[in-house]
């Protein structure tokens, strides 16, 4: 179950991407909304993010909320990561690029991709091996050192108890020095 969950978290790495609203934008075209992005501060990145709402429905709650006990404990979690020079020259077209492209049999397309300023607002669908699909939006607000992003996603399978997941979270990641 665990691992059905996690797809979904793929698709994070898009949450500094953006592009001008004239319809569903091709892979072609978010790649080249996120060339002209800020580009971010190379350096040492903490990341944290929340679960703000898990519901499985037909689920009995007793074991949507061990369910969700079980997915809080591996995202709940802060981590860091180091954005070398070379990554934070590329931007965020490598990330956007890979997601329209399909990784490890993850392919998404988006619906909406809207970007001003340091805003994001994006909607995309994502399907995976065995017939997972995932719908997901993306709010934010996006710095070179900073971001806070609130993600929805809906994520239907076979394989999960009642056919579907409903999660929402938020992810912040702030710039906390230099990469050791």
């Known amino acids: 179950m665990t691992r059905y969950l996690l797809i979904p978290f793929g698709a ?14 091709s892979a072609d075209e978010v790649v080249k909304a996120a060339e002209n992005l800020v580009k971010p501060t190379p350096g040492l990145y903490r990341s944290t993010a929340n679960i703000t709402e898990f519901e499985i429905p037909g689920l009995p709650p007793e074991q949507a909320a061990q369910m969700k006990g079980m997915l809080g404990s591996s995202a709940n979690q802060t981590s860091e990561s180091c954005l070398t020079p070379e990554q ?61 992003m609130t993600m929805k996603m809906t994520q239907k399978s076979a394989a999960i108890p009642g056919g579907e997941v409903r999660m929402a979270m938020e992810v912040k990641s702030e710039r906390i020095g230099d990469c050791k």
């Not at 790495?13 to 609203?21: D, I, Q, R, V």
């Not at 049999?105 to 619906?111: M, N």
Request: charged share 25%; aromatic share 4%; net charge negative.
């Open 88 to 148: 934070a020259e590329d931007g965020f077209k490598s990330m956007a690029k890979q997601l329209g492209e399909g990784t490890q049999g993850v392919k998404c397309e988006f619906a909406k991709f809207d970007a001003a300023g340091s805003k994001l607002d994006a909607d995309l669908t994502c399907t995976g091996p065995g017939g997972v699909n995932v719908t997901m939006e993306m709010d934010g607000d996006i710095e070179p050192t900073s971001s806070v």
């Open 12 to 25: 994070l790495a898009l949450a500094s991407c953006g592009s001008e609203p004239s319809g569903p934008p």
